[in-house]
């Protein structure tokens, strides 16, 4: 949304190519502020900041060899938000991406950062030839709504296939959007 070096500004999306190790920790405590806040970014809020380390240690290494790009938004040296696009990895699916782990910091959620990180991706997508985007999101949270409202097509529903503890369980909705 901007380019600005201001301390207090927030700047992005901008697109990183190789995580060194402080993106990584960078990652991984945003990915916890995010999933304590009660983000729907793969984990439930109790979890330990060792699992969100090994995974962030895992989408690094999916980004350093390319199977993914990470989007970012930073506010000064630190990340306050993060996208990953991955692209179709065999010739059938080439054509199309995967948007992943969108997450931005709690406390600038509902100003539009979210939707920046969107359409970055989408415009990353058109640059790398994909004709299509397709993104997952956990029913009971608004995600579904969120990304409706923003031009996603919900094409699928799994039911109750996300089990956040014993009796609460979430659908799992599938949504995509045409790029060309």
């Known amino acids: 949304m901007n380019g600005t070096a201001d301390p207090g500004t ?3 999306p901008h697109l990183v190519e190789t995580l060194t190790p402080a993106l990584v920790e960078a990652l991984a405590q945003l990915w916890l502020r995010v999933s304590r806040g009660g ?3 793969d984990f439930t809020p109790d979890v330990d900041i060792a699992e969100i380390q090994a995974a962030a240690v895992l989408v690094g290494a999916e980004v350093t060899e390319r199977r993914s790009r990470m989007l970012v938004l930073r506010r000064g040296p630190d990340l306050v938000g993060v996208a990953f696009l991955q692209p179709g990895a065999q010739p ?9 782990r969108l997450m931005v910091d709690p406390a600038l959620q509902g100003r539009g950062w979210g939707a920046a990180l969107l359409e970055s991706c989408a415009e990353h997508a058109r640059r790398l030839g994909l004709e299509q985007l397709y993104l997952s999101a956990w029913g009971g949270t608004g995600l579904p709504e969120y990304y409706a409202r ?3 097509r919900e094409v ?9 503890a ?13 790029l060309v």
């Open 166 to 178: 014993p009796g609460d369980e979430r659908d799992e909705v599938w949504f995509h959007r045409r």
């Open 92 to 100: 059938l699916v080439e054509h199309r991406g995967m948007v992943k």
């Open 39 to 41: 983000g729907a970014v």
């Open 150 to 152: 923003r031009g996603w």
């Open 10 to 12: 927030v700047t992005g």
């Open 156 to 164: 699928g529903r799994l039911p109750r296939a996300i089990r956040l």
